[in-house]
């Protein structure tokens, strides 16, 4: 989700680290590149359908929400690939596992569950505790943004204490590293990608981040001015989710068109701050899967000659599409 003045103007490319990979997304394609347990790079790349170009995306606050839709669901299209490759995972006549498509269905419900559970519905019941000793609404209300904040926070910190989503988070910096570097104009090669940082402004991680805030902000006003019990309460936080990330998504746009502003960039501080538990200094190989990733992308669109995209690894693999 970075714009990319070194393309055509207003062209944003964005992206996610998966298990030993990238997945970068373009306007129209998307590429995914993982480095295999003997050493080559696989990859793939697709044009997207309209269901993720249409006009719908052009659309200001119901962009955010299709935003928030297919990071999840290219996500989980690439990180199953991904998996695959990473695990080196064959049958017995060696061709690759399918990924049944009733799985990946299964678990996008299962993670939107989690998430308008323990990120939305959760805090506010356990905010409502505070009733039994007759707190204030007013605290009511900013415990449960608290609570959320850190529920948030906290669940980033934990997981990245796990050594492989340690190495993820490698991968996810080396993806910010490579966009920096494209932005920038400068080649598209381990030394050219190095020197730049592993946060971005644009992160998915600061998308997260502001959707808490606007989130803690909204319900915050919501609940001061309609007192009608916990129920309604409850539905709200489900009823404010769509305009909450249309909304979210459009100040994200504000912080990378208006980086260079004082105040835009003091609001986005904390975003950079987070990505410092959700990044890490990636190694050279890393970087070069990130590259190949990116360099897939920029060659559907013809920016790159097929020859460049060869030499964005050791070996470049093509692979079957994404289930």
């Known amino acids: 989700m970075t714009n990319s003045p070194s393309g055509p103007a207003n062209v944003y490319y964005g992206g996610q680290a998966v298990i030993e990979g990238v997945m970068i ?11 295999h347990p003997k050493g080559h790079i696989v990859q793939h790349a697709e044009k997207l359908s309209s269901l993720y170009t249409g006009r719908a995306r052009r659309i200001p606050l119901a962009r955010g929400v299709l935003v ?40 996008m419900a299962i993670a939107l569950v989690f998430v308008v559970g323990v990120f939305f519905a959760g805090p506010i019941l356990l905010a409502n505790l505070l009733e039994m000793v007759d707190a204030s609404r007013f605290v009511i209300v900013l415990v449960e943004g608290v609570v959320r904040l850190g529920l948030f926070v906290g669940y980033v910190w934990a997981i990245g204490r796990i050594p492989d989503i340690r ?60 007192d009608k019990g916990i129920l309604v309460r409850t539905l709200s936080r489900l009823v404010f989710i769509p305009p909450i990330a249309g909304l979210s998504y459009e100040i994200l746009r504000i912080g990378a068109r208006w980086g260079g502003n004082a105040f835009v960039h003091a609001m986005f501080i904390p975003n950079i701050a987070l990505q410092a538990l ?12 990130a590259i190949a990733s990116f360099t897939a992308v ?12 060869a030499a964005a690894g050791e070996a470049v693999h093509e692979a079957p599409p994404l289930d």
């Open 278 to 289: 959700t990044t890490r200094v990636p190694d050279d190989g890393q970087i070069e899967v």
């Open 68 to 107: 928030l839709w297919e990071t999840m669901a290219l996500g989980m299209r690439a990180l199953s690939f991904s998996s695959r490759v990473a695990m080196a995972e064959e049958n017995e006549s060696g061709e690759e596992e399918p990924f049944p498509e009733k799985v990946f269905w299964g678990t």
């Open 25 to 35: 997304r373009g306007p129209e394609h998307m590429a995914v590149a993982v480095r």
């Open 167 to 226: 190495r993820v988070f490698q991968y996810h910096g080396a993806e910010h590293m490579t966009i920096h570097a494209y932005e920038a104009g400068q080649p598209l090669t381990i030394a050219g990608v190095r020197p730049f940082p592993k946060e971005h402004t644009r992160c998915g991680t600061s998308f997260l981040l502001v959707v808490v805030f606007v989130a803690l902000i909204t319900f915050f006003a919501f609940d001061l001015l309609v």
């Open 298 to 309: 920029l060659e559907t669109t013809g920016l790159v000659p097929a020859a460049e995209l």
